[in-house]
Structures are given as C-alpha cells and as structure tokens.
T-cell receptor
Framework: GDSVTQMEGPVTLSEEAFLTINCTYT??????LFWYVQYPGEGLQLLLK?????DKGSNKGFEATYRKETTSFHLEKGSVQVSDSAVYFC?????????????FGAGTILRVKS | EAQVTQNPRYLITVTGKKLTVTCSQN?????MSWYRQDPGLGLRQIYY???????DKGDVPEGYKVSRKEKRNFPLILESPSPNQTSLYFC??????????????FGNGTRLTVT
C-alpha cells in the first residue's frame, strides 16, 4: 500500500541554519504530495503542496520539489527561525477510491535554538 | 472565521465508559474525517465521510463509530473505550474534490486518556 517515510527526529538547529527534512514515498499512480506543520497545542496546517512531478511547492521560506525519479519530497529552508519549531509531517494523497485520504509520515520534530 | 471545532480538548475517562468527541465545521465542506496521532506512527485515518449519511472505514476503525446526520457535524463515538485508545484525535474537513489534492482543514485536537 501507499506509505511515507520521513527522517527521524528530533532535529535541533541553531537560528539561521539550513534545514532539510527528508521524505520519500511509495505509491501507485501519481499522488499529490504535501507538507503539514503542527505547532504546539494546535492542529495540522498545510505548509505547501505539489501535485505533479517536478512541481515545487513553497511557502513561508520553505520549499519542496516533487521528484518522481527518486520518489522524494524533501523539505528545505535556507534560514530557520525559533518560530519554526514544530512537528513537520510529509503526506501523500492516496488513490481516489479512498476519498480524500492522506497517508502521513511519522512526523519530524524540529527544535530551533536562539 | 473558517474553522473546524472539536470538543473537548482534553478528556480523561475510564475503561468501558461511553464517550463522544464532537466535531463541527462552518465551511460547508462535504468531506470530513477522523485521525488519531500516536508517537512514531504519524496520523492514521479512523473513519471518513464523503457526504451526509455516507461514512466509511479508514485504516484503524476498530472500537470507533461515527455518524453524519448533518453536513457540519461528524461526531466520533467510543462505545466502550479501552486504554489502547489513549491518543490525540483530530477531525478534518475539505470541500468535495474532483482531484485528490484538496488540502484538509484540521481541528485543534482532542487528547484522550483512558485509564
């Protein structure tokens, strides 16, 4: 079945450091790919998405490129801030017969120190 | 303000005592879903609903029930809670999709502890 694998955390960085969170997926067909972010005590919010191969999603300085050849959707940010501390989830949208089901990775905790 | 509202935010209960977690959305979304979040496992879908009176099982439906009598509400029912249902629960909604790329809107979560 469809699945998403994320790098394990927690990831601890100093402010202004470069961030990469790896995400690879297994899916049949052509899924859409998402990054969601969860701030402490809150629900998940969509951070960015890409719907086809080579698409780049971007938002709030974060970027991720849909790489079909490597089945990857790595999240990057050039300079992290303390306010970026959160849990980040990579997800794919599964096959149509299951409605709008999202398949999530396990999540990666990011901690940014000032 | 467009939102998904879950209640309660925190709930501690004992094994076997029936409970309901409510979920309501004010965006006129047709699709609603329940997920549970557990450490190391990410979010797993419990049940979903494509429209009023249309519900279906997700990946981990055992021990849960849902109903969709109105478009805005999608309560999650635990008839006889057990400790392995201790988890963080999220309700989510989205407009009816024609392609599988509509983002979900999530509630703020309900942390359930079953002793």
């Amino acid at each position: 079945g469809d699945s998403v694998t994320q790098m394990e955390g927690p990831v601890t960085l100093s402010e202004e450091a470069f961030l990469t969170i790896n995400c690879t997926y297994t899916a049949t067909g052509y899924p859409s790919l998402f990054w969601y972010v969860q701030y402490p005590g809150e629900g998940l919010q969509l951070l960015l998405k890409a719907t086809k191969a080579d698409d780049k999603g971007s938002n709030k300085g974060f970027e991720a490129t849909y790489r079909k050849e490597t089945t990857s959707f790595h999240l990057e940010k050039g300079s992290v801030q303390v306010s970026d501390s959160a849990v980040y989830f990579c997800a794919l949208s599964g096959s149509l017969e299951y409605g709008n089901k999202l398949v999530f990775g396990a999540g990666t905790i990011l901690r940014v120190k000032s | 303000e467009a939102q998904v509202t879950q209640n309660p935010r925190y709930l501690i209960t004992v094994t076997g005592k029936k409970l309901t977690v409510t979920c309501s959305q004010n965006m006129n979304h047709e699709y609603m879903s329940w997920y549970r979040q557990d450490p190391g496992l990410g979010l797993r879908q419990i049940y979903y609903s494509m429209n009023v009176e249309v519900t279906d099982k997700g990946d981990v439906p055992e021990g849960y029930k849902v109903s969709r009598k109105e478009k805005r509400n999608f309560p999650l029912i635990l008839e006889s809670p057990s400790p392995n249902q201790t988890s963080l629960y999220f309700c989510a909604s989205s407009p009816r999709r024609t392609e599988h790329n509509s983002p979900l809107h999530f509630g703020n979560g309900t942390r359930l502890t079953v002793t």
